[in-house]
Structure formats: C-alpha cells, structure tokens
C-alpha cells in the first residue's frame, strides 16, 4: 500500500513480531520461577525430612534393625498358613546362654511334637495325653528330659504324652494346633494346656505384639492368626497377620516411625479385647476336647495372683477344670542367661500336674 510520501508500509511484520517475542519472553520467566519454586520446595521438604530424621534420632528412635541372636541358634520353626509357625521336625543342639550349663538337646518329631521320651514308638492302646501350650509347655531353653511333658511321661509310662508345645503361641494358636491334632489321636483322655497371662496379648495381636515377633523374625515367629470380638460379642476368626514393611526401614527412624503409626492404626482397639477374647478362646477349647471325648485341664503356669484368681473363677463358674501350678520366677528357677523356666521349675510343674492326673490315668 503506498503512503502520503509515496513509500510501501508493510503493516504485517510488525504487528505479528513483537507479541511472539513478548510471550516467548513471558514463558520463559514462568519457567525460571516455577522451577525455582520447585527447586527450593525440595530443599525445604528435604531440609525438614532431615531435621525430623535427626531429632527422632536424638530422642532414640532409630531405624529399623533386627534383634540379634546367637549365630549358632538353629531355625526350630518354619512357616504354617495357619498357625502361623510350628515346630520344626529334627534333632537340634543349642548353645548354653550366656556360657553357663550344658548346651540343650531339642527333639521335634516328624508331627511336630517334642520328645517325651527315648523310645520314639508310642503304644497305640495306651491313654492319649495331649499337652499343649507356648515356650514354657514347649521347654524353650531346656533339653528334652527337663520338661514337665517328658517328666510326666515318666511318671506315667503306661500313658502316651504328647507335647505339642510350641514358641510364642498364644491360646488361639494352642486352639489351632488342637483343631489338627486331636482328629489324629485316638480317644485322648485329657488335654493339659499350659496357660500365662502374656498369651492374651497374642491372640488379639496388637501393633506391639507383631512388632516384637517381627524383630525376632530369624526364628521364624512372623505371622500370626488372631481373633476379636464382634459387635454381636461373638469371637471372630482371623488369618495370619504380619507386620508392615516399609521401604528404607532399615536406613531412616522416620519411615521406621511411619511404620509403627500405621500398624497402631490398623490394629487399634484389639488390646482392650485381649481378657474377654481369651476367656471366649479357652471356652472353644473345651468344646473342642469334649468332642473328641476328653477332658480339657487349664493349668496356670504364670501370672500375678489377682489374674490367676480371675482365670480360676471364669473357669470353675463355667464347668472347666482349672489347676494352679504357679510359682515365682525367682533366679533359682530360671535358665541362667536366658530367663526362661528351668528343669527345677519344671519338675515342680510336673509334680502338681501329676497329681490331677493319678485320677484320670489310673
């Protein structure tokens, strides 16, 4: 087009130009300060991370790390879709704790029960005794003939004992084990289950019970089978649980910490259960024996006087025959180093239960 002086004006040029150049401009300052928006966003979530990760450090929380045993303590469990774990079948030597006493002879038969005797053929028209229970029934710490089944089995040499005693189980998993047992023997004539107070915690399963089962994990006590109450107040079934992992666990107390808030959470409100769900358990178990044409005995092996009374009265009000076999854990009844009962306490056990038993095995 030609203007006032005669010239051409190319209008176009200058009026498409200058916008790209202004909104190319434009765009790249929002991406300088978007990214510098992110850049310090990260630092400062980092910086935070690595403030938490160092004050839960400093008040002792660490990452997450697994108990230490002794090297040489072979596996005396393996894993049960059910049970959660059990006996291992084999021949097993254990070194003494703490470098006092001999080293300890474990014998898990190919059912999973411990040994009660030298002669491993049992007499099929003897009495049938089943003893059930978790480490103290089981004699964790101690060599085959200083437990109080093996004992038993001495006193009553025309009956046949069986110890189906088992590490770390709590009542449900004792009602478990029961469940796979008594259909296998005949006619058994009593039940002897080993009770303590601490196995009501491991059948509800609490965030602190799992934990602790998880720190051992080596022996393989890892999953856990648990039951609650329902609205109804009936008691509830429920599969092996696990605690959680989560990634980095074993490097940051901060991921080790999430872990903990997260299975207290899931697990909330089961500890408040642990009394009334055990009484309910014990109370299957009975049922469960007398099916099968026995008699259940609840021995109380350990507890303060104010729970064993209340286990006593729970019991005896519902028909179920109850022994008191307790004594102090004193030092003297103690496996030096390790804690858990001797072969004295034991022989005690075995004593008192011997005696309930004169009338049944006769």
Known sequence: MAGEAGTVTNYSEPQVAQPRLFLVQGGCQFMRKLAHRLI????????????????????GFEPWHYKTIDANEPTLHEFDPVLGWRNKAGHYTLPAYGGFGLDNQLTFLEDGSRATSTNLNRNPGRNNVIVSGCSFTQGWAVSDHETYSWKLQEMFPAANFYNCGTAGYGTYQSLLMLERVLPRIPSPKVVVFGFIVEQEVRNVAPAAWLRYLTLYSRRAHVYLPYVTIGPDGKLIRHAPQRYALFPFRDHSALVTLAEWS???????????QSHPATEKVLLEM????ERYGGELLVVLLDGTDEQREAYRTFLEKN????LDCSHPMTADLRVPGEGHPNGRLHSLWAECIGDRLHGPLK
Request: glycine share 10%; charged share 15%; hydrophobic share 55%.
């Open 40 to 59: 310090a966003a990260s630092l400062g979530t980092l910086i935070s991370i690595g403030l938490a990760e160092l004050m839960l450090r400093v008040v």
């Open 262 to 272: 997260y299975m207290r959470l899931r697990t909330a409100g089961r500890w408040s």
């Open 286 to 289: 009975r049922q469960l024996v």
């Open 319 to 322: 028909g179920v025959a109850c």
